[in-house]
């Protein structure tokens, strides 16, 4: 551990002092602004809910029933004259920079307070501070490499995190500097997600950028004759604009960014789900939650996407190919919702995730 004390081991059974550190910039609160907060939100209630005591640190306007500590986005005072330097960064990134280099400090003065800290955020402070606490620190890694996370776990000759990660293709894409992550799987409240009675048409959703590829499930499901339904926060104004916004019509429809009970109804009411990734899908969190829903998914074999679907519950196309993505719609309408949804409280449930998030935090701290 590189010199830090860590807290007394605690007994099997006892309950955890946990410390989740979340997102600076976007709040853990419905709707969404993406996959990371919902987990985030999940995760918090599924380990509080198992008498776990659990302190988020997330931004403003997190939802009050969390027990949110807020980090604000309060930029330091910087002078006009180191404002004219060339090193000057984009003041938004400096804020997320003060926020969590606050937090560090903050959780660094309190040695025994926490049995563990879980970085569940995707800044490289709580990676490169870890030293400075006495508890142990948990980062689950839930994106490919970045060189600000990769800097950090080379700043000290032995770095102290204990690391996670969301997917074998996740930890495989990261063992050049963390050589033995675990995976934990990406959760979703099976409860919450139930199952649907499915429909005539398809559905999308998630976060709308180029990156996950909404075009291509308009594309996908023209070529197939079936209707899209799509769903989701606006990332990209320009792309929504661009791409999007002209090929909306009375059978590819946009119905918003929309809370959790309504987007489960509409995935559950959707003959299928069209996933489109146009990068490497670290897990997808919208595979899991069509499948909780009964809803069979086709999509684009990239990431971790192979990991999740199985024969059971999807077909998978060769990626970027919106002829082939077209002809596997009709198979998987095909497929049993019931298979679906068992495949997901099996291999994706929050319950499966939190009790993995439990054994691997008993293990860090012992």
Partial sequence: MSGTRRPPSQPPTAPLRIALIASARHPIAEPFAGGL??????LSTALRARGH???VFAGPGSDPALGVVEMPLRAPRISEGARRDKSMVAVLWLE???????????LSREPGRYDVVHNNSLHYLPVAM???????VVTTLHTPPTPWIESAIQAAPHCPVHFSAVSDHTAAAWRHVVPAATVVRNGIDTRRWHPGSGGEELV???????????????EAAKLSGRGLRIAGPVGDSEYFEACIRPQLNRTITYTGHLHQPDLCELVGSSAAAVVTPCWDEPYGLVVA????CGTPVCGFARGAL???????CGRL???????????????TIGLSRADARRHAEAFCSMDVMTRSYERFYRSVSA
């Fill in 37 to 42: 907060e919902a987990h985030t939100w999940t």
């Fill in 53 to 55: 005591e659990v302190a």
């Fill in 96 to 106: 997320e920079h003060h926020a969590y280099l606050q937090l560090m400090l903050d």
């Fill in 317 to 331: 196309a060769t990626p970027g190919d919106c002829a082939e993505l077209a002809k596997v719609v009709e198979p």
């Fill in 204 to 218: 999308w959703s998630g976060r709308i950028v180029p990156e996950k590829g909404t075009h291509l499930a308009i």
């Fill in 306 to 312: 192979p990991e999740i679907i199985t024969q059971d």
């Fill in 289 to 292: 939650e069509a499948l909780a």
């Fill in 130 to 136: 870890a030293p400075a606490l006495s508890a142990p």
